[in-house]
C-alpha cells in the first residue's frame, strides 16, 4: 500500500505541467544568388543548451534574381545537430516524370506542419489552379513539402514522409543546415532569407513523460503481482 501511494505521488509530481516552455526566435539573413543549376549551403549555429523541440516555424524569403525566377526549380532542406531532418520544398507543382514545377517567381512563406493552407507542393491550387502562374509574390502559411525523393523524380502523389514533425523531441542546440538546390538551369533564385521559431522545453519536461510511464508500468505490474 505504502509503495502503490509512493509511487501515484512521483507520478502526480511528473505530470505537473511545467510552464517552462522559451520561444526561441531567429532570423538569418543570407542575400545570397543560389548558383543556376547548382547548390549552396548555409549553416548557422543556435545556443540553446539542453532545450528540446516541442514546435517549429520555418520560414523562407526567395526572390528572383533573374527573371523568371522559377519557384518550381528549387529544392531546399533543413536538418540540425541532432538528426532532425526536413524537406521544406520538392520542385513545387512537379508532378510528372518530366515537368519542370511552378514557373512563379519568388516567396516569402513560414512553413508549419499543421497550417491550414496544406501542402506547400501544390500551392497553386488554392488560388488559381495548377495551369495558371500566380501575378505576386507566394505568402501565407504552408505546410512543408515533405517528399524525400530525388527532385528529378518527385509527384504530388509521392508520401510526405520527411516533414518538420522530424525535429520534434530533437535537441535545440548547435548547427542548423538550409541546403538549397537549384534543379535546372534557366533563370535563378536569390535567398534572402530564412528563420526559426521554435517552442522548446527543457531536458526535464523533455524527459518527463517517458519517466512517468515507466513509473506508471511499474505501478500496474506492482498491483497484479
Not at 172 to 191: C, Q, Y
Amino acid at each position: 500500500m505504502h509503495l502503490r501511494l509512493t509511487i501515484c505521488c512521483i507520478l502526480c509530481g511528473f505530470c505537473q505541467p511545467v510552464n517552462s516552455a522559451v520561444l526561441i526566435n531567429r532570423t538569418f539573413s543570407v542575400n545570397t544568388t543560389i548558383p543556376d543549376g547548382g547548390e549552396f549551403v548555409d549553416v548557422q549555429h543556435v545556443d540553446a543548451p539542453s532545450l528540446y523541440t516541442a514546435q517549429i516555424q520555418v520560414g523562407l524569403v526567395f526572390s528572383a534574381a533573374t527573371e523568371p525566377g522559377f519557384n518550381g526549380d528549387l529544392y531546399v532542406t533543413l536538418s540540425n545537430a541532432d538528426g532532425g531532418f526536413g524537406v521544406l520544398l520538392n520542385r513545387v507543382g512537379k508532378n510528372t516524370p518530366f515537368g519542370l514545377g511552378y514557373s512563379d517567381s519568388s516567396m516569402n512563406i513560414t512553413l508549419d506542419d499543421s497550417a491550414a493552407n496544406g501542402d506547400i507542393h501544390v500551392y497553386r491550387q488554392q488560388y488559381v489552379g495548377d495551369s495558371i502562374p500566380l501575378t505576386v509574390t507566394l505568402g501565407g502559411t504552408w505546410q512543408p513539402d515533405g517528399r524525400y525523393v530525388n527532385p528529378n523524380d518527385v509527384l504530388t502523389t509521392d508520401a510526405r514522409t520527411q516533414t518538420l514533425n522530424s525535429f520534434l523531441g530533437k535537441g535545440v542546440g548547435g548547427n542548423w543546415t538550409l541546403f538549397v538546390a537549384d534543379m535546372s538551369t534557366g533563370g535563378a533564385n536569390h535567398l534572402e532569407s530564412w528563420s526559426l521559431s521554435i517552442t522548446a522545453v527543457p531536458e526535464l519536461e523533455h524527459s518527463a513523460t517517458i519517466i512517468s510511464l515507466l513509473l506508471l508500468g511499474f505501478a500496474v505490474y506492482r498491483r497484479y503481482h
